[in-house]
């Protein structure tokens, strides 16, 4: 079963910027198979998508973050980043990597990564 590991969260001020990481060891294949997404999670909030890249590397965002953030894949590395920009207090949460609902899978989350921006 793919493990995934998220990493990078941290604080920073409004406007800033930051890259997180996750990574999926041994999970073979599975980046050039199934589209990848970051969620976000806020208190009391379900997991929401904020960005997919699909295994031709076609990416997509939802309205809040679309020209903000970036995110791309490394399947040697199998790793799959966001490049986070112009940070704003409502990006704050726990980020979250899986595969896109589109392509469902039974992966385990991970622990995920808190990130808080600050005014």
């Known amino acids: 079963q793919v493990q995934l590991v998220e990493s990078g969260g941290t604080s920073v001020q409004t406007g800033g910027s930051l890259n997180l990481t996750c990574i999926a060891p041994?999970?073979?294949?599975?980046?050039?198979?199934?589209?990848m997404s970051w969620f976000r999670q806020t208190p009391g909030s379900e997991r929401e998508v904020v960005a997919t890249?699909?295994?031709?590397?076609?990416?997509s965002y939802s309205a809040a973050v679309r020209g903000r953030f970036v995110i791309s894949k490394d399947n040697g590395k199998h790793t799959v980043y966001p490049q986070m920009n112009d940070l704003k207090p409502e990006d704050s949460g726990v980020y979250y990597c899986?595969?896109?609902?589109?392509?469902?899978?039974?992966?385990?989350w991970g622990s995920g990564t808190q990130v808080t921006v600050e005014t």
């Open positions: 899986k595969s896109n609902p589109s392509s469902p899978t039974n992966w385990t």
């Open positions: 890249i699909t295994h031709r590397n076609r990416t």
């Open positions: 041994h999970s073979g294949d599975a980046l050039k198979r199934h589209p």
